[in-house]
């Protein structure tokens, strides 16, 4: 890693503001990222653990990450409904 923890917490979490979120990073480099609802309570939005922070070695690497926290939070952020097509008779 070319950053120290500090640092790359730092970019992960205020790269998800206005929204609260908290990275952890344990001595093994293994991370966890949380994105909470809103910055009132602890209800979370997204929970990501396991992820290799020792392969985050560039700016790339942490753009990539964060992109696809983003995409992740987007997705269960949207509702599924069902819609029917419908039928030409």
Same mark, same amino acid.
């Given at each position: 890693?070319?950053?120290?923890?500090?640092?790359? /917490?730092? @970019?992960?979490?205020?790269?998800?503001?206005? #929204? /609260?979120?908290?990275?952890?990073?344990?001595? =093994?480099?293994?991370?966890?990222? #949380?994105?909470?609802? =809103?910055? #009132?309570?602890?209800? +979370? =939005?997204?929970?990501?653990?396991? @992820? =290799?922070? %020792?392969?985050?070695?560039?700016? %790339?690497? @942490?753009?990539?990450? @964060? &992109? /696809?926290? /983003?995409?992740?939070?987007?997705?269960? &952020?949207?509702?599924?409904?069902?819609?029917?097509?419908?039928? &030409? +008779?």
């Amino acid at each position: 890693m070319f950053l120290s923890a500090l640092e790359l /917490r730092n @970019i992960i979490e205020s790269s998800f503001l206005p #929204k /609260r979120c908290q990275c952890t990073l344990s001595p =093994d480099l293994s991370m966890t990222v #949380k994105v909470y609802c =809103d910055t #009132k309570t602890d209800q +979370v =939005d997204l929970l990501v653990s396991g @992820i =290799d922070a %020792s392969h985050l070695n560039g700016c %790339s690497e @942490i753009n990539e990450l @964060i &992109a /696809r926290l /983003r995409s992740d939070l987007e997705r269960q &952020a949207t509702p599924h409904h069902y819609s029917p097509r419908s039928r &030409a +008779v």
